[in-house]
């Protein structure tokens, strides 16, 4: 969803996941003003003079698909009750919310799961093969000699036509799992109907490198010795892990309000911070589900791993205040 599209706050720059209450300015749904007949609805504009004639009332052109706040809950498309987040995570609803939200579209989620899943095989096995058959007779590889370093540049391009595609599916898988956290039925244009996808691909790209390509380059620069190196990649690992929080929405503020890169970091770190324990369980819980789903010949991870994708837009909407269906 583009930034302008994203309903604006009636605060203005205001922002409820910045509000460490639980309804902000905009009240709660306990606030006797906060369904009333009588408020302008969300993000609506004050209009002294009332609806006109043939002009439809708020909620007509809701970009979430809504019917307006005022007067009665918005619903999505789906009949399911949207909520505005109050900036506070809620880890265990997400995993029942992540997989009801694949079986209630699963010709989409698990066609593109496969769709992801043979390219990514495709692309790691073709460059291992090739690496493995370029090597000489004793099959000892070193990038340094010139009889294996061709091997390694073609296996390093492979590599990151593997990192590629993966970075590129869950940004794709992100856009479908947005639609689905605005109360709609995911189809297949969803995941590519998003004007902020380049955008949120390369700011997730740079991310990643900085957060995993990076570490483990200067890894096997400067560490040499096999025992040590184990244990320097694990402390790596570690921390990755725990520094994830901290960074692992920002690329839902580019995708979803059309962010700066700038912008993104500030408000994802912020939203990272305030939920950081709940954040790290959610990535902690997540990884145990997609852990346990590639142990069944990998066929599980066609359902965990777009559950995860809803999830994670589901923990999103409510870290930034946005809006997402109550279940």
Do not use: C
């Not at 990038?143 to 296996?155: C, H, L, R, V």
């Not at 599916?169 to 992100?174: E, I, S, T, W």
């Not at 490198?209 to 244990?231: A, E, F, H, K």
């Not at 145990?288 to 909407?317: D, E, M």
């Amino acid at each position: 969803m583009a930034k302008d599209d994203y309903p604006s706050y009636p605060g203005g720059d205001y922002h409820p996941e910045n509000d460490n209450s639980s309804g902000g300015q905009y009240g709660g749904p306990n606030d006797p003003g906060y369904w009333s007949d009588d408020s302008a609805g969300y993000g609506a504009p004050d209009n002294p003079y009332g609806t006109s004639a043939g002009q439809p009332g708020y909620g007509a052109n809701d970009p979430y698909g809504t019917a307006g706040y005022a007067g009665a809950a918005p619903y999505g498309a789906g009949g399911r009750r949207m909520v505005q987040g109050d900036g506070k995570v809620r880890v265990l609803d997400s995993v029942g919310y992540g997989f009801r939200t694949v079986f209630a579209s699963p010709g989409p989620w698990i066609v593109s799961s496969l769709i992801v899943g043979i390219l990514s095989i495709a692309a790691f096995t073709i460059g291992l093969f090739m690496m493995m058959s370029s090597l000489p007779e004793g099959g000892t590889f070193d990038p340094e000699n010139p009889a294996t370093a061709g091997a390694f540049t073609f296996n390093i391009g492979f590599l990151i036509l593997f990192i590629l595609i993966l970075v590129a599916a869950q940004v794709l898988f992100a856009s479908a799992a947005l639609k689905a956290a605005d109360g709609k039925k995911v189809t297949f244009s969803d995941f590519f109907d998003n004007p902020n996808l380049g955008k949120a691909l390369l700011f997730l790209l740079i991310v990643n490198i900085l957060t995993s390509w990076v570490p483990y380059i200067i890894l096997d620069m400067y560490n040499s010795d096999t025992t040590g190196g184990l244990i320097v990649q694990m402390i790596i690992n570690l921390a990755v892990l725990l520094i994830g929080p901290l960074f692992m929405l920002m690329f839902l503020f580019v995708l979803d309000q059309g962010a700066s890169f700038g912008d993104a970091a500030t408000r994802g770190f912020q939203a990272g911070t305030r939920n950081y324990l709940p954040l790290l369980g959610f990535s902690l819980l997540w990884g145990l589900i997609l852990g346990i789903a590639a142990l069944i010949l990998g066929l599980g991870l066609l359902i965990a791993s777009p559950a995860y994708a809803a999830a994670l837009a589901y923990v999103y909407r409510q870290a930034s205040g946005g809006i997402y269906p109550e279940d």
